[in-house]
């Protein structure tokens, strides 16, 4: 079994920043991929960023260019660093690991962007 805990979720003002964090523990693999996911009020969850084990990642055009996914392998933990936030932001953001094609889910942090 493999655990997430994020953190970093918090109410920030239109244009603010925020960094979420995601650390896994557990029956870890180094063969992996990581990710972020919200979902808002009513709508269904979408991806966000995703980044393999090897560096390579995939954002959604939504947050290209405003977001930045990290991970740090020797910490098992993956980073989302929002900049440039938007009220359309607001959701609760999901960690994602998926390894030995089973996934994980973290159980989620708020984020939430006043106009």
């Known amino acids: 079994q493999v655990q997430l805990v994020e953190s970093g979720g918090g109410l920030v003002q239109t244009g603010g920043s925020l960094r979420l964090s995601c650390a896994a523990s557990?029956?870890?693999?180094?063969?992996?991929?990581m990710g972020w996911y919200r979902q808002a009020p009513g709508k269904q969850r979408e991806l966000v960023a995703t980044?393999?084990?090897?560096?390579?990642?995939n954002y959604a055009d939504s947050v290209k260019g405003r977001f930045t996914i990290s991970r740090d392998n020797e910490k098992n933990t993956v980073y989302l660093q929002m900049n440039s936030l938007k009220p359309e932001d607001t959701a609760v953001y999901y960690c994602r690991r998926t390894q030995e094609r089973k996934d994980y889910w973290g159980q989620g942090t708020q984020v939430t962007v006043s106009s």
């Open positions: 980044i393999a084990n090897t560096g390579i990642t």
């Open positions: 557990g029956r870890i693999f180094s063969i992996n991929a």
